[in-house]
């Protein structure tokens, strides 16, 4: 399949590639195209074989749902059976937004798209560009993430044409996303609110709105959870790269002392090695490879660089990657959900 590949800016948006992009969609084609959280594979929402095709494009199980996008609260209200207050005053407060919350579905939303599950996922998303392409294809797009199934999110364009290129119709080019990790998801379906995955808008910040405690889905704080998690994507290896990556805990100067140490025995070993480290570290490390996410402390440019380093360290050949952990509080919680997984939960406590 030829991929089309179009670039366009949030504040200069050229109107016919977005009605190509439409047209596509509209007729049961696919279309990767940029968001504030990271880039996402769309297809028509409400038609089964586009879910499909998405499906057979990323290599993804059919039991992983996807979200639906939307642009505006009528849209929500005509697939869903009911809209629980509490999600009522969270899409007042962060939508259009990297949120993504769970209602029962109706029988408009095929099952192919929910991943056979009666809960549909949804998020209205704030890119300018997203939100003219959803309207564009009549207002309802499915959409994971451009990635192949279990590789790290694309947060810029060239790993989704990295991925994609030849398997889908068109490619949106919509430069960096700003948050750089998935959406926050909600769950309401259960009664009382729960966060099935942490994202940028976090725990604090959802409960200050709700006025209520908001509980986190055991199987994603326990590592060692035998519970299937709420989310079924949350069971699949996610966000991998191709080196072997492993969390180095403890003090500043433990961790770059053990870590030299790490890196020299693969070196010596034949391996090629990366460090993730920050902007206050990246200094004192002896590597192959070594890659700042950001300044310490702030989880916001960690989330951001995060997706895009560990792909950058898989165009570098790196074996062997090993990362500084970060505070597990606020943002950082979705950070180091993302960098467990990534690490397939290989940690080193000092
Ligand atoms: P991705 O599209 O790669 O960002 O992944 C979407 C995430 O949303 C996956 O972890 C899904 O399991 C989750 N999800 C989608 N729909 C539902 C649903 N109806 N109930 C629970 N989790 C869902
Ligand atoms: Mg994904």
Redesign the pocket.
């Known amino acids: 399949m030829n991929t089309e590949i179009a670039v366009l800016t949030e504040d200069n948006i050229d109107k016919k590639v977005i009605k190509r992009a439409g047209d596509i969609l509209r007729a049961g084609g696919l279309v990767a195209f940029p968001t504030e959280?990271?880039y996402?594979l769309g297809g028509d929402a409400l038609n089964p074989e586009s879910s499909k095709k998405i499906y057979a494009a990323k290599g993804?199980p059919s039991d992983?749902?996807?979200?639906v996008h939307i642009t505006n609260m009528e849209a929500l209200e005509k697939i869903v059976t009911e809209i629980p207050e509490g999600a009522r005053i969270l899409s007042q407060r962060f939508w259009p937004g990297p949120l993504?919350m769970?209602f029962k579905?109706n029988d408009i939303v095929p099952r192919e798209t929910?991943?056979g599950?009666d809960?549909?996922?949804v998020r209205m998303p704030s890119n300018k560009i997203a939100a003219a392409m959803i309207d564009a294809a009549g207002g309802y797009v499915a959409?994971?993430?451009a990635n192949l199934s279990g590789r790290p999110?694309p947060t810029v364009a060239k790993y989704v044409i990295e991925d994609m290129n030849g398997r889908i119709d068109m490619i949106i080019d919509g430069g960096d996303s700003d948050v750089g990790l998935?959406?926050t998801?909600v769950?309401f379906?259960a009664g009382e609110p729960m966060i099935?995955?942490p994202g940028y808008i976090t725990k604090e910040m959802l409960e200050e709105a709700l006025s209520t405690a908001v509980s986190v889905d055991k199987a994603i704080i326990d590592s060692n959870s035998k519970v299937a998690?709420?989310?079924?994507?949350?069971k699949y290896r996610h966000y991998a790269p191709k080196g072997e990556l492993t969390i180095v805990e403890g003090s500043s100067e433990a961790v770059t002392e053990a870590v030299n140490g790490y890196v020299s025995e693969a070196s010596l070993a034949g391996f090629r090695t990366g460090v993730i480290a920050t902007e206050e570290t990246k200094s004192l490390y002896r590597a192959d490879s070594v890659k700042s996410v950001g300044h310490a402390g702030r989880e916001d440019e960690v989330a951001h660089h995060l997706f895009r380093i560990l792909r950058e360290f898989d165009d570098e050949g790196i074996e062997k990657i090993f990362s500084e952990s970060f505070a597990d509080s606020g943002l950082g919680a979705a950070v180091m959900n993302r960098l467990l997984k990534a690490a397939g939960h290989k940690v080193i406590k000092l």
């Open positions: 959280t990271v996402g993804r992983n749902p996807l979200i993504t769970i579905k929910t991943g599950l809960t549909v996922a959409a994971p993430s999110s998935e959406s998801i769950d379906t099935l995955r998690p709420k989310a079924p994507g949350m």
